[in-house]
């Protein structure tokens, strides 16, 4: 069974910072894509950041330049540093994954069950 396991959310003042982590557990040979996605109250869920086995990252143009994305293949960890956090950056986060190779199967796309990230005086 193969799942994302996100931590890391909280309450944070604004210009501060946070790092997320996801954890894809189970056997997995490979993962294509790895990512963040954000959810705001009323919003569309949509793109923060991804990046591939081989490094080549993709920002959304709001957090270009405050937040960075990392991963370790070999962990099958994603981590999401945020800085120069703004109220709206409020949201829950999740973790997503693209073409995972399991032992058992391939999942074209995974979702983790979210962690909120909450920026407030």
């Known amino acids: 069974q193969v799942q994302l396991v996100e931590s890391g959310g909280g309450l944070v003042q604004p210009g501060g910072s946070l790092r997320l982590s996801c954890l894809a557990s189970?056997?997995?040979?490979?993962?294509?894509?790895m990512g963040w996605y954000r959810q705001a109250p009323g919003k569309e869920r949509e793109l923060v950041a991804t990046?591939?086995?081989?490094?080549?990252?993709n920002y959304a143009d709001s957090v270009k330049g405050r937040f960075t994305i990392s991963r370790d293949n070999a962990k099958n960890t994603v981590d999401l540093q945020m800085d120069s956090l703004k109220p709206e950056d409020t949201a829950v986060y999740y973790c997503n994954t693209k073409g995972l190779r399991s032992a058992f199967r391939r999942y074209s796309e995974l979702w983790g069950q979210g962690t909120l990230v909450t920026v407030s005086s």
């Open positions: 189970g056997s997995i040979f490979s993962i294509n894509v």
């Open positions: 990046i591939t086995g081989a490094g080549s990252t």
